[in-house]
Each structure stands twice: as structure tokens, then as C-alpha cells.
């Protein structure tokens, strides 16, 4: 077993007696009701420059930027991953996710690739006392295999991992199937009504997007996969029948996961809690509800982000209902870069102007620091100094660094790449991480140390053209100063050679 790191929760006491013993048990019972709440709030598709707090002229996000005023506001924090999947599964598992086959995205029927033998973020909290639930976007796959009874028992998933409640959609909002599942169970699923996933396959007889585009309220872009079968008038990515009663309404599924989320705070205010609440907003399809659409002036996107800014004042207004808002640590982040039009043709394209990337380049799905740094909020009223901190912080060292807080050891060999970063998570210092590794797959990853950025020669064209996105890809080496160029614009490989020669020999022992 490895230290995660020094105790804030921990005691270290010499043998007691029979009287002290109990006055300590007393004592330990009043102090674990101390235990910080913590609630992550992971959206999905967050830009740097999407967010009031930071910078955007664009858009007003008031409950964010209230959450930020009380607490710390870090300017250089990232997910590993510039896409969904590879990051949640690095911030569950304190892994990066190129060490493991299988964590691209994932289509809805993939099975479970955290491994359910090993330690996760929800399971350091488990171990301190805490009831953990999660609320929203899984994506991490369910079950043992591809094939699976929809309308039975399925698992493993987040129960298994560590969550003694989940109430989730399997993927992303815009794959089938497009249902809920409380724990291991599709809500209102009927036996006489089958639902049947396929991802290679048409079916059943529900219309596609292909085939009925007349049925569509948003349209797909023709070259994304999103025209697949029709749900709510939205084209998804694979097929899917049955299941009616069971279908989620798009415009209806922030205000259903919030409500979870109250229930979640409302009934375990006497226990410490973990909760994680993984927003929709403003992953497409973007189809806010009613009371958001045309808010913004910037299509859809901008609701959504009007959405998810109201569902962060909601949660911190249960907590302030609940008398839990000055003992709760909220942290909120996303779980990659930003995107336009991500196969569905819905006027993001046409309103935004590259304030989404906050000066950045790149974006969801690229190398470049657009898509993996992002905004990373944490509050704990009263407990922590509000400032802004610059300090190198990744998303895949909050299991570490919890670990660190409850003062338990990290099993060895697991979460191998998850760092005790605890003093700067809660602003005691600014250092942070020395080094660090962004990417997806062993052939597409860049390394940052300290302010030196390196992204090594590849194949594949330097502009994503389906979305719009430069990749960093380029057949020269990249080496960029983050300090003085975050835009990375100007490349200094040619100028300081032995600063590539030293990052990417880093780099390539870290791949052995």
C-alpha cells in the first residue's frame, strides 16, 4: 500500500483506557458529522471561455460565478483526455486512460471498463463513511458484455464501483438507448414492451433520421452518424426499439436529474455524502427546456449553458434549504474541450465566434490546450481562502488527493497516475503538478512540465473538418511555452531542441 499523503481527517492517539476510550468514540461520532459534503458538478463539453467567472462577455452565469466568488477559481487545471469517456474514466479511477484498451468513447451498449476489484474515487469516500450517489451522464459502460437484457437486472455499472446509488442515462444524450436507470434497472421498462439496442443494425420498425428527416426538430449533420433511430424528434447514434413508456423527453431531463439530486442531499444531510452530479449541458443535442430556449441570443448551446448554470443554483440551494451549504465542498468542472457542431446542424456554428475556448486553441477532441483545460471551481464556505490559483491541477489526482484527506493509503499498483495535490485543490499552495500527460491513445498524447508544452510529430490533418477543430496534429514536433504563449501560437521547437529531446524522453518513459 502507497501513502496518498498527510491526514486532515486522521488521528494518530496512544492506547486509551476504558473511559478515554469511550469520551474518543463520542468525540469521533460528533466529528464524522464534520466531514465535508463534496458535490462534483461535471458538465459535459465546457469550454474555458464559456463561463462569466472567466472572462466570457457573451453570456451571464451568475450561479457558477457565485460559487467561484466564495471559493477558489484555477486558471490551469485539466482532464486528461480531450473527449468524455477517457476523462470520466481517469477522474474515477486515478488512471490515465491510454494504459487501459478500451476507453475511446464508448457506444451505449459497451459493457463496464472500470474494473469493479479496484479502488475509485467513490470507493475513498465509502471507506471514510460517506454515502455516495451519482446523478446524470455515465458513459462508462454496464454490464459484463455488449449483449444485455434491458429490461432485467444490469450490472456491473456505478454500483459496483463504488456509488450506493445511481440514477443515470448509459452514454451520452445523443446515443440509444435513451432511457434511466435507477441503480440496476431501467425505470418503467415492460416486459411485454422489449427494448433492443443494436449499434450495427437497424431494429425494429421506429423511423431514422435518414430515412424520415421530416420527422426531425433538429437537424443532423449528414456526415456525424446522428440520423439513426428517432427519439422525441431527435436523430441518435444506433438503434433502439421498444422501450416507449420508458423514453426520456429531452427537454425534461435536467429538471428530472436535479430533482434526484435534491432527494439525494434533502435525505442524507445526517450523513456525510458524496455526490456527483454529471450535467447534460451543453453536449448536444441541445434541446433545453422551455424556460431556456431563446435566453441566450446564441442558439441552443448558450441555453444549454443558461440550463446548467440554474441547475448549479438549485443544487446549492438545496444544500442552503438543508443547512448543508457552509459544510459542503463544491468542485465544478467539465470533462473536456468544447465543440460547435457536433453532428447536429443547430446554430452553435453560426453564434459563436471562438469565445467558447477563452483565447484558447483547439477544442474537443484536440491536443491543444482547448481541449483538456478547462474550468475547475472549488468552494468550501468558510473553510477556503477565495482567490484564483495557478496551480497545474489534474482531474485524475482527486482520488489521491481525497485519499490524502481521509488519510488512507492507495492500494499499489492502482490509480498509479493519481497525485496527492490536496494543498493546492484546497488553496494552501500554488505548486501543483510538476508534470503532466494529456491524451486518449498512446499514439496522440502531448506532456506538459512546468510551463513547457510538447506535442510530438504524427500523422493525421491539423484541422478536424467535421467540427472545426484544430487537432495539434503536425509532422514537425510542437513545443510551446505555456507561461507566455496559452494560445500556443508561436512553436519553439527549433529554438530550444534539447527541451524537446528532454520532454519526449519523459514522455516516452512514461509509455514503458
Known sequence: MRKAGSAVFGFKFPKLGFIAGVLFLNALSVFSQQKPNVVIIYADDLGYGDLSCYGSKIIKTPNIDAVAKSGIRFTNAHSTSPTCTPSRFALMTGIYPWRQTGTGILPGDAKLIIPANHITLPKVFKKAGYYTALVGKWHLGLGDSVNKNWNGEIKPGPNEVGFDYSFIFPATADRVPTVFLENHYVIASDTNDRILVNYRKKVGNDPTGKENPELLKVKADPNQGHNNTIVNGIGRIGFMSGGYKARWVDEELTYTFVDKAGEVIKSHKKQPFLLCYNAIEPHVPRMPATQFKGKSGLGYRGDAILQLDWAVGQIVKYLRENKLEQNTL???????????????????????????LGGLRGGKYSLLEGGTRLPFIVSWPGKLKSGVSDAMFSQVDLLASFAAMFDQAVPRNEAVDSENHLDALLGRNKSGRALLI???????????????????????????????????????????????????????????????????????????
Open 330 to 356: 463544491i468542485i465544478i468542472s467539465s470533462d473536456n474541450g468544447p465543440v460547435l457542431n457536433d453532428g447536429y446542424l443547430d446554430g452553435a456554428s453560426e453564434s459563436y465566434h471562438g469565445e467558447q
Open 438 to 512: 494529456e491524451g486518449n491513445t498512446k499514439d496522440k498524447l502531448a506532456i506538459v512540465k512546468g510551463d513547457w508544452k510538447y506535442i510530438p510529430p504524427g500523422n493525421g490533418p491539423a484541422l478536424d473538418k467535421l467540427v472545426n477543430i484544430e487537432t495539434g496534429n503536425s509532422r514537425d514536433p510542437q513545443l510551446f511555452n505555456l507561461k507566455t504563449d496559452p494560445a500556443e501560437r508561436n512553436n519553439l521547437a527549433r529554438k530550444y531542441p534539447e527541451k524537446v529531446r528532454e520532454l519526449d524522453q519523459l514522455l516516452q518513459a512514461k509509455l514503458r
